[in-house]
């Protein structure tokens, strides 16, 4: 196709700004086929001001060679469309209708796109289909920054190159327009998508390796693939609202903390059941967050850590791989005994009295250790009343040697 000079860069613009349909209202085919994994890009780029200077369609403000090849005076058809604007004679195509083409073209976009939504599920349904489309091409062709290793690929990757600058174009005005359903931690993935989207059009005519590489996370977050980081979510607490809410909605089937930490439980929209790694962060991260099972105003010092709970929980596994953990009531059955497990900066009689079930405890042990202070006089006093033994950290681990 002879695109008379216009810059790669820009090309590749006014595909994303199309969103990969002809920009003529009565027509609106799809540019981009993605069938038996052959892409096929038949998009032209018309000028609305012609190349050639002759015609009816004129523009005062596009008067020189220096701006012919600007965005604003292309407009992307499909052949048909380009050879019936090209060939008028009627002058019935003028630079007003061309404009307003561009025009209704970004307005229907607009619509389609850059909507808000009431929650993360509705949002899900329109931005999944879009990056699993995307995954399917790059695990297909995604050799664009080492090509003489995949010589055969090459040239597949360059054509579906046109497809992903769509989904991206589509996908980053979703996000913007969304960015609030985000948690904190995953609106900063959003950042490094953007980035990349801007990296990925700015460089398409330049052989030079990127860097702004698309963040798996995101799909980790919309959990197309998981994305495993350990401990990348620590606050149990937090976990634990979730297992509670799963519960009471009847959906809770299933909490292992080995080999791996896994929730499995039924999807609240069908029968469908899921399983939930705590490894896989940014996915738990959401899934918290549109749960709402974060506790606000709590201090860091005293939120219950889940790498100390595996890290007591491995220590009675390697002793005894039968004893039982209570994801509900953060309570271990070890040996005949009953431990809780705590996590707080400074444990004091306060603490001891909130518990609840003390009656049917042998061991507390508080996994947030510090000095010798992690565990006030007066809270051992008071648990020894109810003939319960109050640990540290320490004190736990040393009894399991003693074992």
Known sequence: MNNRNIPTHTQYLLLAQSCGFCENPKCEIPLFEYENIKPTYIG????????????????KKINTRTNIHNIENLILLCPTCHTLVDKDKNNQYTTEILLEWKKQRQQKIDNLFAIKHKNFETLSKQVIPLLKENKEIFDAYGVEN????????YPLWKKSEFKLLINNSKLKTIFQHN???????????????YKHVR????TRDSPAKRYALFPKELNSIFQIE??????????YDAIRKFLLLLKKENRYIDFKLFPDPIVTYKDKNSDTIKTLSLNDSHNLDQILWNSKSYIQNKPKS??????????????????DSDFIFDPFQITATFKNKNIKFTYTYTFSESDFYELENKENIDIIVNLHEWGNSSITKEAIKVAKKYRINLLKKSQFLASLYNE
């Open 302 to 319: 005293d939120k219950t850590r889940l790498p100390e709970i595996i890290y007591a929980c491995k220590l009675l596994y390697n002793i």
């Open 199 to 202: 990296e990925f059009e700015d």
């Open 226 to 235: 998981p994305c495993i980081i350990e401990n990348g979510v620590t606050d």
């Open 179 to 193: 960015e609030l359903l985000f948690s904190k931690k995953n609106a900063d993935i959003l950042l490094v998508f």
């Open 44 to 59: 032209e780029q018309a000028h609305i001001v012609p190349y050639s200077g002759v015609g009816n369609r004129e523009d």
């Open 146 to 153: 080492e090509p003489s290793t995949f010589p055969d690929k």
